[in-house]
């Protein structure tokens, strides 16, 4: 036989020791593709699972962590995904339908003149009125205009929260560390009064004032600590990480001031906030809407091929032209005849329109609003920031100092004593919180602008300031 299969056959008896070496390398090399294609999957991370390749454990600038989170962080991946969904819908919406082929088969065929009908089949072509496609597109690229400012205020939105959570973080470890300090400083008080005590310098009141003071600070330490592993828990989240994993040692925040006026940050804002950016995109799909809602009455055309299939005729005398099969050319127009539901489409899209339009200035009052609050609690955190910096947190310090030298001397009294002390510790506080609350309000306050307002981004780029990342 001299049949290739048998040609393959006799091959593979008469010199078998080939064929099996063959089938043993080719084994082995598809074992070796699979394994290094699996170490290739398992090296890859996942862009789902939580990241912990990033090394935050040495000093960390907030620039890293915006870095990390802009990579990361799956509401942005999520938006961005979203907007490439809408982009792609783009040739959907204007593709024109799926022509529709109709066969039809009669069990018992229908005579005709020619002969039997046994079977027909039709083809067929919707087109819709031309222009109403390309209005489909132009909504369908306002869509995915929208699903852009979508991704924008996800990366803003994701940006802000990393923000928020470094400076509450960087709060926290403030407040810890003057916490230990004034620890320390209670401790070498509590020893004075406890020594006072013996000589009958002070009372057991102030002994007991001095050891609640300890107790309380041992109360703040244990209570901050949980704080710093909750809002670690968070800036984590944010970064697409384990909750559990560190973050190290964050770089003092640079504040600059404000160096744009309310009015710019206005203008700013209506120039930049998705919000209103959006609002206004959906006043122009709005037009797109009343033009598509005219095109809609209009009438859509069909064109189709139809053919039928005929047999013989089992009669004894047949036309000449018996047997042959049908062919026909379709043509055919939808009719709007229901003028009120036509013009229902109109007002509908009309009422949409003006619904755009009254949204976009409700959102730009609000937005109004928030900038004006936000300002303002920026500015009193920079005046009380330079408040208790410059005057209140230097001056509990020297009273304290001479708070101690005078009850040495016998001139003040041991509860004037812990009484600066006390102040002198919350004035720190006070100065980390208002350093903090500056920052908050200030990456708000840009967050609502679009643009940086500080003073080195405003002689970078002009008056309109840095764009946000």
């Avoid at 600059?256 to 940050?265: A, F």
């Avoid at 959006?278 to 809609?296: C, H, N, P």
């Avoid at 350093?435 to 002689?459: F, K, P, Q, S, V």
Wanted: with cysteine.
């Amino acid at each position: 036989m001299d049949h290739p299969f048998f040609r393959i056959r006799i091959r593979s008896a008469i010199a078998p020791r080939p064929w099996w070496l063959c089938q043993r390398a080719f084994a082995l090399l598809l074992g070796i593709t699979v394994l290094m294609a699996s170490k290739a999957n398992a090296g890859a991370p996942s862009p789902q699972s939580p990241d912990q390749g990033r090394d935050l454990t040495a000093t960390v600038l907030l620039a890293d962590l915006i870095e990390h989170a802009y990579t990361h962080n799956p509401s942005i991946q999520q938006a961005r995904e979203a907007w490439r969904a809408t982009v792609e819908n783009y040739r959907v919406a204007t593709g024109y339908p799926d022509p529709q082929l109709m066969v039809t088969w009669f069990p018992e065929p229908i005579e005709t003149r020619l002969g039997p009908q046994e079977w027909n089949a039709q083809i067929s072509q919707k087109i819709p009125f031309p222009g109403k496609l390309s209005k489909a597109g132009d909504l369908v690229a306002a869509d995915a205009r929208m699903a852009k400012l979508q991704l924008d205020k996800a990366v803003k939105g994701t940006l802000l929260a990393v923000k928020e959570s470094y400076y509450e973080l960087w709060y926290i470890r403030q407040a810890r560390m003057v916490t230990r300090h004034n620890t320390n400083l209670l401790n070498h008080i509590r020893k004075i009064a406890e020594t006072a005590h013996a000589d009958n310098r002070t009372t057991l009141t102030d002994v007991v004032k001095a050891q609640s003071q300890t107790g309380q600070l041992q109360y703040d330490a244990l209570l901050l600590e949980e704080l710093e592993q909750t809002e670690v828990a968070r800036l984590n989240g944010l970064l697409n990480r384990p909750p559990d994993l560190a973050v190290g040692q964050l770089a003092p925040p640079a504040l600059l001031p404000i160096g744009v006026e309310l009015k710019t940050i206005y203008d700013l804002a209506e120039a930049n906030q998705e919000d209103i950016l959006m609002a206004q995109v959906d006043i122009e799909k709005g037009d797109t809407k009343v033009s598509l809602a005219r095109f809609q009455n209009l009438p859509d055309f069909k064109v189709g091929l139809f053919y039928a299939g005929i047999g013989e005729p089992d009669v004894p005398v047949r036309p000449r032209d018996a047997g042959r099969d049908a062919i026909g050319l379709q043509a055919g127009i939808s009719i709007p005849l229901w003028f009120g539901r036509n013009s229902s489409r109109v007002n509908k899209a009309m009422a949409e329109k003006s619904r755009a339009r009254s949204e976009k200035q409700v959102r730009i009052n609000n937005v109004r609003t928030r900038i004006r609050t936000l300002y303002f609690k920026a500015r009193n955190a920079k005046r009380v920031l330079i408040l208790y910096k410059t005057e209140l947190v230097p001056q509990a310090a020297r009273s304290m100092e001479l708070a101690e030298l005078w009850y040495r001397e016998g001139e003040a009294s041991f509860s004037d004593f812990i009484e600066t002390q006390s102040v002198w510790y919350n004035f720190q506080l006070a100065l980390a919180r208002a350093t903090a609350d500056y920052g908050i309000n200030l990456a708000r306050l840009e967050r609502a602008a679009g643009r940086h307002l500080t003073g080195e981004a405003m002689d970078a780029e002009g008056p309109a300031g840095k764009e946000l990342p």
